[in-house]
Structures are given as C-alpha cells and as structure tokens.
C-alpha cells in the first residue's frame, strides 16, 4: 500500500488479506533474506 524509504532501507508497508488459525498451521517468519516456516 505504501513505502518509506530509511536511510539505506526501504520499507514496505501492505494490508492483511487473510487470516488462517488453527493448531496444525505453521508460522512463518522471515529471517536472512527468506521466509521460514517455525
């Protein structure tokens, strides 16, 4: 939706279009240049 840019980043700023719950989903996290399931 938007971008900021700071000092050598820019930052990305987008709008949730979904949503799961549930206990056998896995979370992702993004971490060293890549998403990573948990």
Same mark, same amino acid.
């Given at each position: /939706? @938007?971008?900021? @840019?700071?000092?050598?980043?820019?930052?990305?700023?987008?709008?949730?279009?979904?949503? #799961? /719950?549930? @206990?056998?989903? #896995?979370?992702?996290? $993004?971490?060293? #240049?890549? $998403?990573?399931?948990?």
């Amino acid at each position: /939706i @938007d971008t900021k @840019d700071l000092a050598t980043h820019r930052v990305l700023f987008g709008k949730v279009t979904g949503l #799961r /719950i549930g @206990d056998n989903l #896995r979370p992702l996290i $993004y971490h060293g #240049r890549g $998403y990573r399931a948990l």
